[in-house]
């Protein structure tokens, strides 16, 4: 398994940052994105679709996945 449970429905994928996943029935929300490589284990957590990714910050290891087309089809919120 890609992923280490922080919690009942909180876990933790170490990428280019740390992406933390919280799961709530089929869904998902994540905290950062980093190289994306994330959203191809979704299925280990029983999860189909992420509802919304929250970057923490601007940083490349943040959010480089998103600039080589790994966009989930949900809202991206970002800091100003």
């Known amino acids: 398994m890609h992923w280490t449970p922080l919690g009942r429905e909180l876990f933790l994928y170490r ?3 740390n992406i933390y996943l919280l799961r ?3 869904a ?3 905290i950062d ?3 994306g490589a994330w959203l191809d284990h979704l299925d280990e957590l029983g ?3 992420v ?3 929250v970057l923490t910050h601007a940083h490349r290891d943040q ?3 998103l600039y080589h087309g790994r966009r989930p ?3 991206i919120h970002a800091p100003a």
Do not use: M, N, Q
């Open 28 to 30: 998902g929300l994540a």
């Open 15 to 17: 990428d280019s940052c």
């Open 33 to 35: 994105f980093g190289t």
């Open 63 to 65: 959010l480089c996945g």
């Open 47 to 49: 999860i189909s679709r």
């Open 73 to 75: 089809a949900c809202p």
């Open 51 to 53: 509802e919304h990714v």
């Open 24 to 26: 709530y029935d089929k």
